[in-house]
């Protein structure tokens, strides 16, 4: 009996063995299992994360196809002739002048409005071109870039030293037509077109002409022949026919062309595409000239240090018949230069600016300006609040070395 219940005994911790070691089973199974899940898990992030990127790279691919095959089409696509307008024919055709020469008559694509073409727009022609294909927009950027166009001009007569003189003929040449044209129409005369500034770099040439627009109430608007040239190749006559277009459009006005003899010197031959480029330039400055009314309320004025370079056909009449020589300033108009730029800095007692004017002959205003500026800067260094003469004396230094340069060039001016 005893012996059966040992037997009992033994299945029974056989029992709960074997349930233990299946229970431990189960344990370790879910353990792996929850591992794997994991695993799966995280590399499911993994692959969604890599399908983004590789979603994102094929954006790119695909931006990268367009592009080059936009580039492609217009690699092989035929370039189209730039032109401008000159006449819309009643037929429905157009005459235009082509950037690469002649004038051409030519058809207008049925994609375009008829109505919206205008003389003096810039189109692009086929590549045959037959037919104007596109309307172009304005390149404003470049004739932005070329003139300075100022409004009423804040400089006065009062802010010029020296140049009663010239300052009397601009009087009559530009400011009195321009604010009393009926004084002419009584007469019956007609007054010049304007006037031609000749005289050495910094005399006062621009500024003379800024204080004519003030003087006249007129908008300023100016470009420099050589940027024409040098710059804005291809575009030089362009530039001349938007100067005065623009000069009409915000009349009263006054332009003011500076370095002319870079558009208008003697030319012998006209062999070079550079040549050729300057001729055009200059070919339509003088029918712009010759365009325009002399009672009308635009004026033209033109500066340069080369009148014997300058083509005579700009000095004919109904041009540049009025040339005004501008010299360096002598001694009374230098202290008036002195004087008027030193209005509003704060000088101490030692300043004489009498003997300051007697020591800087051969000095243009430009050097008289930068002679008070390079005072001031003197005694700012010294960190004082009023300048004083040795201030001056250190800028003459400066100026006049600057000076001595220039004036070598020029020969003989500088003593
Ligand atoms: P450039 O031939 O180099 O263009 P410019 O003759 O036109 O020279 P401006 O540009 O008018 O000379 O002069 C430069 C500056 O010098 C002026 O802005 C002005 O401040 C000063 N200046 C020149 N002349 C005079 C003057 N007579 N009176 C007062 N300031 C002057």
Redesign the pocket.
Same mark, same amino acid.
Do not use: C, W
């Given at each position: 009996m005893s012996e059966f219940r040992e037997d009992e005994k033994d299945l029974e911790r056989e029992d709960s063995e074997l349930s233990q070691q299946e229970s431990s089973k189960e344990e370790i199974e879910k353990t792996n299992l929850r591992l794997r899940l994991k695993e799966l898990e995280s590399r499911i992030k993994l692959l969604e994360a890599e399908r983004a990127s590789l979603l994102i790279e094929r954006e790119h691919y695909l931006r990268d196809l367009e592009y080059m095959k936009r580039e492609l089409e217009q690699i092989k696509s035929a370039p189209l002739v730039e032109a401008t307008i000159i006449e819309i024919l009643d037929d429905g055709r157009a005459v235009v002048h082509s950037s690469n020469g002649p004038n051409l008559v030519v058809y207008v694509s049925q994609a375009l409005d008829i109505r919206k073409l205008k003389p003096g727009m810039r189109v692009a022609l086929n590549q045959r071109g037959s037919a104007i294909a596109e309307i172009l927009p304005k390149s404003q950027d470049v004739y932005v870039k070329a003139m300075e166009v100022i409004e009423r001009p804040n400089v006065r007569f009062k802010?010029?030293?020296?140049?009663k003189k010239q300052i009397e003929m601009l009087k009559e040449i530009v400011v009195l037509p321009l604010t009393n044209p009926d004084v002419f129409k009584k007469i019956g005369i007609e007054p010049p077109k304007g006037a031609l =500034?000749s005289?050495?770099?910094?005399?006062?040439?621009?500024? =003379?002409a800024?204080a004519v627009a003030g003087e006249s109430n007129a908008t300023f608007i100016s470009t420099v022949g050589s940027e024409l040239v040098q710059k804005f190749i291809g575009e030089g006559a362009r530039i001349v026919r938007e100067l005065f277009e623009l000069a009409k459009e915000k009349s009263p006005s006054i332009i003011f062309i500076?370095?002319i003899d870079a558009i208008g010197a003697k030319r012998v031959d006209v062999g070079t595409s550079g040549e050729r480029e300057v001729q055009r330039t200059f070919m339509q400055l003088i029918s712009e000239m010759d365009g325009f009314d002399p009672l009308g309320d635009v004026k033209i004025l033109a500066?340069t240090?080369r009148i014997d370079i300058l083509d005579p056909a700009l000095l004919r009449p109904g041009r540049f018949d009025r040339i005004i020589q501008?010299g360096y300033?002598n001694q009374e108009?230098r202290l008036?230069?002195l004087r008027?730029?030193t209005r509003g800095v704060s000088l101490d007692d030692t300043v004489d600016l009498e003997k300051i004017a007697r020591e800087l002959e051969g000095a243009?205003?430009?050097d008289?300006?930068n002679l008070v500026v390079e005072a001031g800067l003197a005694a700012i260094r010294r960190g004082a609040t009023r300048v004083s003469d040795q201030d001056f004396q250190y800028a003459k230094t400066i100026v006049l070395t600057r000076l001595g340069r220039t004036q070598n060039k020029n020969a003989g001016i500088f003593i």
């Amino acid at each position: 009996m005893s012996e059966f219940r040992e037997d009992e005994k033994d299945l029974e911790r056989e029992d709960s063995e074997l349930s233990q070691q299946e229970s431990s089973k189960e344990e370790i199974e879910k353990t792996n299992l929850r591992l794997r899940l994991k695993e799966l898990e995280s590399r499911i992030k993994l692959l969604e994360a890599e399908r983004a990127s590789l979603l994102i790279e094929r954006e790119h691919y695909l931006r990268d196809l367009e592009y080059m095959k936009r580039e492609l089409e217009q690699i092989k696509s035929a370039p189209l002739v730039e032109a401008t307008i000159i006449e819309i024919l009643d037929d429905g055709r157009a005459v235009v002048h082509s950037s690469n020469g002649p004038n051409l008559v030519v058809y207008v694509s049925q994609a375009l409005d008829i109505r919206k073409l205008k003389p003096g727009m810039r189109v692009a022609l086929n590549q045959r071109g037959s037919a104007i294909a596109e309307i172009l927009p304005k390149s404003q950027d470049v004739y932005v870039k070329a003139m300075e166009v100022i409004e009423r001009p804040n400089v006065r007569f009062k802010d010029i030293g020296g140049l009663k003189k010239q300052i009397e003929m601009l009087k009559e040449i530009v400011v009195l037509p321009l604010t009393n044209p009926d004084v002419f129409k009584k007469i019956g005369i007609e007054p010049p077109k304007g006037a031609l =500034l000749s005289g050495p770099p910094g005399t006062g040439k621009t500024l =003379l002409a800024k204080a004519v627009a003030g003087e006249s109430n007129a908008t300023f608007i100016s470009t420099v022949g050589s940027e024409l040239v040098q710059k804005f190749i291809g575009e030089g006559a362009r530039i001349v026919r938007e100067l005065f277009e623009l000069a009409k459009e915000k009349s009263p006005s006054i332009i003011f062309i500076d370095e002319i003899d870079a558009i208008g010197a003697k030319r012998v031959d006209v062999g070079t595409s550079g040549e050729r480029e300057v001729q055009r330039t200059f070919m339509q400055l003088i029918s712009e000239m010759d365009g325009f009314d002399p009672l009308g309320d635009v004026k033209i004025l033109a500066a340069t240090n080369r009148i014997d370079i300058l083509d005579p056909a700009l000095l004919r009449p109904g041009r540049f018949d009025r040339i005004i020589q501008i010299g360096y300033p002598n001694q009374e108009e230098r202290l008036e230069i002195l004087r008027i730029h030193t209005r509003g800095v704060s000088l101490d007692d030692t300043v004489d600016l009498e003997k300051i004017a007697r020591e800087l002959e051969g000095a243009t205003g430009a050097d008289i300006k930068n002679l008070v500026v390079e005072a001031g800067l003197a005694a700012i260094r010294r960190g004082a609040t009023r300048v004083s003469d040795q201030d001056f004396q250190y800028a003459k230094t400066i100026v006049l070395t600057r000076l001595g340069r220039t004036q070598n060039k020029n020969a003989g001016i500088f003593i």
